[in-house]
């Protein structure tokens, strides 16, 4: 269990945004899943199994919609919008569009922001995406391709206004 | 735009690297700890629920109580010194009685003791008195309703003993850390008293003048007071008061308060 608690911290605070309510969620979803291993399929990856866990413990510490999309982009924010003294206007450029990206991302639905968490920046792959959001493999596919046309647009507009 | 276009997953996958997390608790060892803590009250409800295995473990306490000792006099020493020693640590443990915010003023609070040697705190006659009669983490738990609170740092671990509060208002528990100390010694000791009710009701009746002087903190957004023992009656040092789910929570520590407010978060 211990090999898996950064990826599983790391998913509850993905989606709760906050990392105390991270910490209650994974460790609460450890012990059901301590309770219910006699219950897990031998042979079955165990990391999206564990995930799934992980995933609905930290969606029971609900918030508001809102606020929740606000400690998303909170948490993302907080760790990469740093500038780098070494090239500071390449830097500079690189947070401008990181920052774009972000809005684009508050924009999407949660189900679209939680795949594409799962996917990039938890590193899943689609299998264990699915697991983890309790959907079909396919139903990741759809909502990742629809959240990446999403996000294009949106970057678009921001670009061409700019 | 083309360019960003195409490199949109990996944008995604460069912004995710730089994500910096909060660093990882050890969830998985406060998880193993609850468990274990779970699996300490099972094999007591299977001797209750075995009449059987109780009276194989009275007949057994016979013979080496009774029936062995009769017959040879070396363990008959041996038994009885196992009974002195044992009368020793009762009348040195901590005493029934008071309750715990009654049991001693802010002037000889053992704060006050930790310069003096180690002798005179771990003295039996100072013994402080944490609240009413000692009792296990499960009669705990059920004295609070099945809601008992605990710090979730790993560094603490399982509370060393609990006691029933011994306040005539209410129910609480008084549960005690002693970090491998003797439990009478005030040096790297945890206190942490769980009544239900408000902090002002509960620790601040008859003491309004001194609330103002307490530092104002936060407990996981949830306002609290941090104080030293010379203004809040406390068996250790510092204390922390703050509410949660409807307890109004003690922690007594000599720990620093940025430690002590970690603690107290992790409380659930």
Redesign the interface.
Known sequence: ??G???V???TA?LITGD??E???A??EA??KA??ALDRFRSGAPFRPWLLTIVANEARNQRRSAARRTGLFLK??R???LEENPALPDAAALAAE??EE??QALGGLREEARLA??CR????LSEEETATTLRCARGTVKSRLSRA?RS??AE??KE?DAG | ?QD??RN??S???E??S?????P?????????G??DEEQEDRPRRFRLSLPALRWAAVAAAFVLIVAVPAFSPGLRTTVSDLFVTKDTQMAGGPAVGGGAAESESGENAPASDLSKGSEAVTSPARAPRFGGARITPREARARMGGALLLP?TPELGKPDESYATSTSRKDGVVLVYTEGSPVDDPRNRLVLTEVPGDIESVYLVGRTAIKPKLDRVSV?RRPGYWGSARRLPSHVGQVLLWKQSGIALRLETNFPKERALRIA?SV?
């Open positions: 269990m211990r898996y608690q950064e599983a911290f790391r605070y990392a105390s991270a910490e209650d994974t460790q450890f012990v301590y309770r948490a993302v907080e760790g990469t569009r990181r990206l972000l594409i968490a990039y920046f938890l590193g990446l996000l294009r970057l678009r670009g | 735009m960003r276009e949109l997953e944008e995604l996958r912004l995710g730089m994500i910096h997390y909060p990882t608790p050890e969830v998985a060892r406060a998880a193993r609850l468990l979730r996981n978060e659930r």
